[in-house]
Structures are given as C-alpha cells and as structure tokens.
C-alpha cells in the first residue's frame, strides 16, 4: 500500500454513529487552530473559540495543546461510549477531547516507552481539578483491567474526593477551588495496565483553617462532618449539627452554598476512606482531628487585669483533649503560657489574649495542615505499586489557578508564583526551546516574539535579590521585623524594577490604587495587588516548641506521628514557608523536565460561573497571557514532530527496503531514503543538524499507521523466523538429549560388559589357576575349580551311566579328584543295577538261573561252546509228552518224566548214528526209540558223564557194567548238550561226575571191550569212524574261547 493511500484511509472506517454527529458538530469552527486561515488574528482567534463555545464545544487543538473553556454545565461527553470512541484512535481522527489527549500520551507513552505528564494549567476555577479527574477517569475505564488492578485503580479515584475534601474549599472564584498544589503519576507497566500511583502534594492553604474571606468557606470536609456526620459520631466528637456554632466555620460568612451538597459529599468522602483502605482507627482518629480543629476555634480566652489570658477549663476544651489525646491540663498550660528556658531555669510567661488566640491558632493551622500531609503520605501507602519490574508514568499536575481578590496576601503570593513558574516552564518547553532547537539544528526560521516571564520568577525567586530572599532576611533578622519593614526593604531593593510597583513607588494615577501595606506585581496574567500584613508571620509559620511537646504526647496516632520527636529536638530553625515552596517548585520543575510535555489550557469562560456565557473580555485576556497566539504562530511555522534521526531511523526503517533491516551509511541519509520512499512532500519536512522536522502531525500519523500494518506484518515474520528457531532448538535439544540418553546407555551397557569380563577374566584365571593345582589338596585357589569339575563329572556321569547290568565298560573316566567317588559310585549303581535286575527276576527265570549257574560250575573255562551256550535259555523239556510214544510213557510214569530231548545215539562198534528220544525221569534215564525202551540207565549206576573240551555236542554216559543187562556206555550227541547235561546232574546228583576232557575219551563198551573217541578241531564238523577204529568227531574251531 502507498503511503497517499494510507494517508486517504487512515480514518477509521465503520465508527459508531456518534463520531459522525461528533464530525458534524464539530464542523462549528476548526477544531485545530493550526488550520485558521487568520492565525496572526486575536480576534478569528477568539471568534472561534466563542462559536465553538456556543454549540458546547468546549475544546479545540492548537496541534497537540489542548484549549479547554469552562462550559460551567455538566456536558454529555465523559460518559464511557465516549471513551470507547476516542481509545486507540489517533488524535486528528475524532473532535478535540480531553480522552483524545490522555489517549495519545498513553499511547506515545507505551510505544516509546518513556513518561510523560500533562501540565494542566489556567487560573482558578478554569476547569483543571475536573479536567485532571477526567483524564484518571479515562484511564481507569480504558487500560487492561484484572481484580488486583482493580482496586489499584479505584483507590486513585477514590483519592480524589477524598483530596479534594480536605484540600479544596469555596473561594470566590470557584466553589471547588483547590487550595493545594497537586502531582499524581499515575504509573504503567509494559502490558499498559495502571499498576500504581503517587502523590506530591503542594503547599497546603492552611491559614484557611482559622480565617476565611466574606464569600469564602473553610476546606470542605469541616462543613461535610457537621451536616452529614451520624448521629453517633457527632456525639463521640463533642459536635453539633450547625456550623454556625463554630468559630472557624463562619468566618466567610456562606457556609451553604447552592453548588455544594455537603452531606452527598460526606458519603462519597466516607465511601472513599473505605475503598482506599483506611481502618476503623484511622478513621475515628482523622474525624477526632477535623473536630478537635472545630472545637479549638471555639477555644475562647478571657483576659485578667493585666489583660493576660485566662483559660479555663470548659467543655470545648476538654473536647480537644480528648479527641487528641492531651491532657486537658498540658493544653491549658500550652495555650496560656510560653516556657522559657533561662539558663538553668524555665520561666512560666503568660500569653497576652492576643497572642493566646495567635497561638491557638497556630496549632490549629498546624493540627490541619500536618494532618493533610499525614494523608497524602497514607494514600500514597495505599496506591503504592508493589511490583518492582520497569514503570513508565504519566503525570497529572493540577495545582492552584492564578487569583486575584479584592485583598491578596500570602497564599495568593505563593499561588501566582507558582502559576508563573507554570508559565515559565511552558515557555521554556515549547516557545523558546522550540526555537532554540531550530536555529541549533539549523532550520530555517523567523523568530516568534512572545513574552517571557523569566523576568517575574526572576523577581520573586532570585538569590539574594528576590522578593523570597527579601522576606525570608527580614524573618530571620534579629530586631524588630515587621511587615511594613519588609515592604520597605522591598522597596529598597526592587525599586526600579518594572514588574514591581508600591504605593511610595508609584506614579501619581497608580498611587489611588494602591495602600500603603500593598505591593503590585505584574504578572504573566495580570496586575496583583498583594496586602503585606502576615506575611512575615505567614513566612514564618511559627509553632511554639512547647506547643510542639505537648502534641508529642498525643494518643491521637495521627497527631502522635505529626509532631514526631526529631523535629521538636532539632534546634536549626526550619526553612521558611516560601523557600520551602520554592525548592519544592525547583524539585517539581526538575520532575517535569525529564519528561514529555502535554498541555491542556483551561480558559475560564466568565467569572460568574455562569453556564453559556462567553465573557470576551475575561477570554481574550487569558488567551493573550497564556500566550495561545504564539504558541499557535511557533506551531504554524513549525513543526509538529522531531526526533533524532538515530530514533526516527530505528522506529520506521521496516517501512523501506532500502533502510531494512539494516542502514549501513549516516543516519540522516537513512532518514532521507526513508522519507522519500515514504512520499514526503518537500513541505511536509526539513533535515535538521541532528533531527528530522516533520511539519504537520498528520504526515506523522500516517507514517506511524503504516508502520502498524508493518508492524504486524514484521511480526508475522518475526514469529514464523523465531517460531522456525525454537523448533530448530527443540529437534536440536531433543537431538542432543537422544545422543546423551545413547551415549548414557551405551555407558552403562560398556560398563556393565567391563564388569562381565573383568568378572570373566577373574573367572577364567580361578579356573586356570584351579586347573593348574587341580592336583594339589584343595586350596582357595582351586576349591571352586574342583567343584566345577567336580559338578561337571556328575553332570556328565548323570547322562552316561550303563544301562545294564552286564555293561562294564561304560563308566566315565573321573578326574583325579573323583577317583574314589568314582569308585564308589560305580559300585553303588552296579549294586543297584543288580538290585533292580534281580527284583525283576521271575521265579521260573530264577529256577533257569540256578539251572545255569550249575551249568557255568560244570562247564564254565572247560569247553569251547559254553559260552555260547549261556544265553539260550533252558527249556522244561524238548519233546512234549504227545511226542512219547503211550507205551513208553505207561511204563515209565511211575518214575515221573522231568525231561525230554532228542538225542543222536552212535553205535558202540559201527558207530552208526540213530536218532532217539531220551527221557530222564526221577531214578532214570531211558533212551526210547519209538515204543521201545532201548536201554535204561539207572542214576545209581551212572558213573559219569565224558565231554570233549571242543565246541562239539558229543557226550559219553559211562554206565557200570557190573550189570549184564547194561550194554556199555552210551554215545550220544545231543545239540542241547547243556541243558540236558545240568537237568541231568541235577536229577541224578552228579554234578561232579560230569568231566570235561581234552584229546580222546575212553568209553566200554559190553564184555569189557572198551574204546575212544577221538575229538579234534576241523574244517567242517565230521563224525566218522576213523582208521584207528576210533570214532572221531571233527569241530570247526570256535573263535573265542
Ligand atoms: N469540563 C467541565 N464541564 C462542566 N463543568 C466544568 C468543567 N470544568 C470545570 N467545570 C466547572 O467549573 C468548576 C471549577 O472547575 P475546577 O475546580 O476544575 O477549577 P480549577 O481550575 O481547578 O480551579 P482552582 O485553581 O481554583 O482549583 C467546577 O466545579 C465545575 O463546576
Ligand atoms: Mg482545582
């Protein structure tokens, strides 16, 4: 967007109705002087100010000063939809208003980030007081609010009506005429939220405490007590409802006042107490005060013959001691009589009536005057801003208005002066500085002429020479000072000067209008005739020591903390009262000048406070010594805005790509690409020295409009960049953390492998170690290798142990140290195999081992085959008794058949083989062939069994021959050699007779004759009869024997 075009649409579009019949309205006038045509005219000035005034419009602008005329009506434009209006709108949009003011200094406040104030100013009853509560007003409906912020916020309202109550009274100017001079910051944080306050209070008008002009009314708060004040409290303060009862009160005889509602103001004031957190003792003892003050008023003293005072103790008295916590005597004595110290001595001296009522009053004005600073300093404790982060303030000054009565003392003296160091400190910031700074920065420039004041504060303040230094000389002074001789000092030293006049000094014309106790000055804003009388004493503002002492002993907590020790031991005498207000003034003028300046100007519309009257006079007068017309001629030619082109560069360069973000070269070069970028106009602005000059507020009000749309835009950007780096500093912190977490993890996972393997090593090195002394007795170092091997053998034993019971070759081979339990464990298993083998044995395989072991005593190591004889398992018989032939059978049962086998039986001569049955009974054995017993041999006459030593199944029964009936010895050959042969020996009991011979065996044969059979190993198996007549039986040769 162009600049022009912002320009054309800076107004806000869209705005309630009420702005466009403000802008209507406002088309009554300029609302800015600096757009009249006749600005050189007083009197186009005054026409407008006057027409404006007559549609109640009460403001008009010279640039950013604001004129303000007294309307003496209420108006209906500070209500909040006017508030709302002019927040946040820049100043030229809307008419001229006090919020459009407050707004922009808040706003310039918070953009720029430094304090400021506004410098309300005009005389009394022009409208300051109100404009001043307007513009806290405003802030307190428009800033950020929050709860706590809240009560901050309603206590600096709230500390308004209180001030004001005791503060401000009627005069004759203005019914509400503040009688203290009063600075409020009003202090900011960054957000904009009013987060604190402070008050400097002024020079308090206390001599309004004990006299009042005609017309004129004590400080408010006395007349709201008496007329709102309960029942009750009236009581409890000795008071009565009539302020005519009281001395101080009807001195200005006008204690009702039509614009005044004294008992509505005694609520707000009590409201006010409360919001601003004043306790039930505060409060008692601050209303104790005020109406100790009334009762002491009514102190009345009697003179004695010698005219010395004579006070006796009545009712108004013993109410004063009372509320202020004095003993009635120590006041008594206080109020009659002066201590004075003579060396050693103290000498009681009484008081002349006079002087007792001079007195009395002194505390009375003391009482009040402490107590107002008592409660300026207690509302500042409250509105104290607790959080110490950086503040930025705007100041709100509204002190007392130039007066002039028909007779002017001290107070009006000090007022006008303040007035004037107003007027000076305006002129300083915005005539003459102004000025200055354009024939230092070198702009081109025709002097305005305006009227300086210096000269005035020069005459009241100056060294040595002022009229303040006068006075305060002739306070100090030993001797008889008075305040004829002062004027006549004054004289002295005044005497030519042309702002300073006296009735001596006078010309002939002058001199009707002035007394002989009267001074003129000529101030900014006009003629004041000041009466002497008092002012030495007023300057002094003297309070007995005693006096003082006698306060200290209040219980009034209020009183007690107002006289306080240090002060009444202190011996330097204390400033006077107007040098004291004149360093204050000094100390003000230092605050203000550190800060940026607002002006609003109230202008009094006309002395009657009447509403809608325009007294053109009175107005062309405050024009002509506020010095208006300059102010507007400086703005015309000038400029409204400057800033240092460092500053200027550094708030506007986003606006030109040529200057953002950064500018390289001279600042003022920056400035100048900026601008031109920016369209200026050559009118709109001139280069200074240091500064840029920007001519009409305007252009400087568009400038700041686009730099907001760009400031958006900017922080748009801003935040995507920042947003993009935080992002970039998570992933890289997240990054990082995952690195610590691995290189953490992988720390742990090194240092617990470091530990196994150290743990291994150790392991390893025992084992080797162990390993090594295996051999040794057991020692440390190889204990737990030799349990290891130890465990490890009957781990592996466990898995390798013989199955049966026959298996002797499998056993593992112990390590040495397990030799012996090796040992034992082989034949403890061996044992429990056999166990187990022979609890699985059967009765019957029993019975066949027995058989066995029979067989194994006879043949076991002798003959070749038995061996392999072992394990065929024995038979009950060969052939079944179907097999027998039945006459065979029924011959020989009686006998009882035990066994049967077929058997080969070999001649005894031929050798020829027959197969036969052999049957073995009880007593017997027969050989059957068929039905036919062949031959029965009887055990007894069994004499032996013959077996060859060789694999062969050849066997020789010798039978005795002594029988005839026997045939001789039987050869047989029977393939189940063995069994037969152990069911034989068995049977017949014999088993020794069984012989197992090598070579040939003789066998007989019938009638003596005997031969052999010769046994031999062989190829194949043969059975022959050999050439030697022997029968000769061929084995093939068994393998293992
Ligand atoms: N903006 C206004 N609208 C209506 N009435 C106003 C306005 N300003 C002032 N007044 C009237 O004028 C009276 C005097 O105004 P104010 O007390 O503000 O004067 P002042 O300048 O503070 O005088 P002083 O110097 O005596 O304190 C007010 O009491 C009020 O009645
Ligand atoms: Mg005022």
């Not at 004595?333 to 006079?354: G, H, N, W």
């Not at 465990?791 to 002797?808: A, C, E, F, H, I």
Request: include cysteine; aromatic fraction near 10%.
């Amino acid at each position: 967007m162009s600049f022009s075009t912002w320009q054309k649409g800076k107004g806000k579009l869209g705005h309630l109705d009420l702005e466009g019949a403000l802008t209507a309205r406002d088309r009554v006038g300029i609302q800015d002087f600096v757009l009249l045509d006749a600005h050189n005219s007083e009197t186009a000035f005054l026409d407008n100010l006057k027409k404006r005034f007559s549609e109640d419009l009460i403001y008009t602008y010279i640039g950013t000063l604001l004129i303000s005329v007294n309307p003496y009506k209420e108006l209906d434009i500070y209500n909040k939809k006017h508030m709302d209006l002019y927040m946040g709108v820049n100043f030229y949009e809307l008419p001229p208003h006090i919020y459009a003011l407050a707004d922009n200094a808040y706003h310039t406040m918070l953009t720029e980030g430094n304090n400021h104030f506004i410098l309300i100013s005009g005389e009394s009853g022009a409208g300051k007081t109100e404009a001043s509560k307007k513009i806290l007003q405003y802030y307190a409906v428009s800033c950020p609010s929050s709860a706590l912020l809240d009560t901050v916020r309603d206590r600096m309202l709230m500390s308004n009506p209180v001030l004001e109550a005791f503060g401000n009274a009627k005069t004759l100017k203005n019914d509400n005429s503040s009688r203290f001079g009063k600075y409020m910051d009003i202090q900011f944080d960054r957000q904009g939220d009013a987060v604190g306050g402070h008050i400097l209070s002024y020079l308090l008008e206390k001599s309004r405490v004990v006299h009042q002009n005609h017309g004129e009314r004590n400080f408010h708060i006395f007349y709201q007590l008496v007329e709102g004040g309960e029942e009750d409290l009236l009581r409890q303060l000795g008071l009565e409802r009539d302020t005519q009862h009281y001395n101080y009160l009807v001195g200005g005889e006008c204690a009702n006042v039509s614009s005044i509602n004294d008992k509505n103001d005694w609520k707000t004031v009590k409201n006010a107490l409360s919001v601003i957190h004043f306790d039930e003792s505060d409060i008692e003892h601050l209303f104790g005060v005020i109406a100790s003050v009334l009762h002491l008023g009514n102190v009345h003293f009697d003179g004695d013959t010698k005219g010395y005072a004579v006070l006796n103790s009545n009712a108004e008295l013993r109410w004063v001691s009372k509320l202020i916590g004095v003993h009635v005597q120590v006041l008594q004595e206080a109020l009659s009589y002066r201590k004075i110290e003579a060396k050693t001595d103290e000498v009681m001296c009484p008081f002349m009536v006079d002087h007792a009522v001079y007195v009395r009053d002194a505390l009375a004005k003391a009482i009040y005057g402490r107590t107002f600073t008592w409660l300026v300093n207690r509302i500042n404790e409250s509105l104290e801003n607790q959080d110490s982060t950086r503040k930025t303030v705007i100041g709100l000054l509204d002190i007392y208005g130039f007066e002039v009565f028909y007779v002017n003392s001290f107070e009006q003296f000090c007022i006008n002066y303040c007035n004037e160091k107003l007027q000076q400190l305006f002129i300083q910031l915005t005539l003459k500085a102004e000025q200055e700074e354009y024939e230092a920065e070198g702009i081109e420039w025709e002097p305005v002429q305006f009227f300086n004041n210096k000269i005035i504060c020069d005459l009241v303040e100056e060294k040595y020479r002022g009229i303040i230094s006068v006075l305060d000389e002739e306070c100090l002074r030993p001797g008889d000072a008075t305040d004829l001789t002062f004027l006549e000092k004054l004289e002295e030293k005044m005497g030519n000067h042309p702002h300073f006049v006296t009735h001596k000094l006078a010309d002939k014309k002058t001199r009707k209008t002035l007394d002989r106790g009267d001074f003129r000055l000529l101030h900014y804003a006009g003629e004041v005739t000041y009466c002497v009388v008092g002012f030495i004493d007023k300057n002094n503002d003297l309070l007995y020591r005693h006096i003082k002492e006698a306060m200290r002993q209040s219980k009034n907590s209020i009183i007690r903390q107002c006289f306080l020790c240090d002060e009444v031991d202190s011996r330097r005498r204390p400033e006077t009262v107007a040098t004291q207000f004149k360093n204050s003034l000094l100390e003000l003028t230092e605050i203000l000048m550190a800060k940026e300046a607002w002006y609003v100007r109230c202008l009094k519309s006309n002395d009657n406070k009447q509403s809608g009257k325009f007294d053109d006079v009175l107005v062309r007068h405050q024009v002509k010594y506020l010095g208006l017309i300059e102010h507007l001629r400086v703005r015309r030619a000038g400029f409204a805005y400057r800033r240092r082109y460092e500053e200027f560069l550094k708030r506007y360069k986003p606006l030109c790509p040529d200057t953002w973000p950064h500018w390289r070269g001279v600042a003022a070069d920056g400035v100048e690409t900026l601008v031109k970028h920016l369209g200026y106009q050559p009118d709109e602005y001139k280069m200074g020295r240091t500064k840029i000059f920007i001519r009409y507020a305007r252009t400087l009000f568009a400038t700041e409009d686009a730099f907001e749309i760009c400031k958006h835009e900017l922080a748009t950007r801003i935040q995507a960049k920042y947003k993009g780096y935080r992002a970039k500093g998570e992933f890289k912190k997240q990054k990082e953390a995952a690195t610590k977490i691995e290189t953490c993890w992988r720390g742990v996972q090194a240092r617990k492998e470091r530990e196994r393997r150290a743990w291994a090593v150790k392991v390893i090195k025992k084992f080797i170690k162990g390993y090594m002394t295996r051999g040794q007795a057991k020692t440390t170092d190889n204990s737990e290798y030799l349990a290891f091997v130890r465990q490890s053998y009957l781990n592996r034993l466990k898995g390798n142990l013989p199955k049966t019971v026959l298996d002797k070759t499998t056993w593992l081979t112990p390590p040495p140290v397990m030799k012996e339990t090796s040992e034992i464990l082989r034949q403890l298993h061996s044992r429990w195999l056999v166990r187990k083998y022979v609890r699985g044995i059967t009765p019957q395989k029993k019975a066949q081992m027995q058989m066995k072991v029979i067989t194994s005593a006879i043949f076991k190591g002798k003959k070749d085959s038995y061996p392999q004889s072992v394990a065929v398992p024995f038979q009950d018989t060969r052939i079944s008794e179907q097999d027998i032939n039945v006459r065979v059978l029924q011959t020989i049962r009686h006998e009882r058949i035990k066994y049967s086998v077929p058997v080969v039986k070999y001649d005894r001569n031929g050798f020829k083989p027959r197969p036969r049955q052999l049957i073995l009974t009880q007593s017997a054995a027969y050989l059957v062939e068929e039905a036919k017993i062949k031959q029965r041999a009887d055990y007894v006459s069994l004499k032996g069994v013959s077996v060859s030593n060789l694999g062969d199944t050849m066997m020789i029964l010798h039978v005795a021959n002594d029988d005839h009936k026997q045939k001789g010895d039987l050869l047989l050959q029977c393939d189940h050699l063995y069994e037969f042969l152990t069911k034989l020996s068995v049977l017949a009991n014999k088993q020794n007779a069984i012989k197992v011979l090598q070579g040939s065996i003789k066998f007989e044969i019938q009638g003596g004759k005997e031969n052999f059979v010769d046994f031999s190993t062989g190829q194949e198996p043969l059975v022959y009869k050999g050439k030697n007549g022997h029968l000769t039986v061929v084995t093939p040769r068994t393998r293992t024997r």
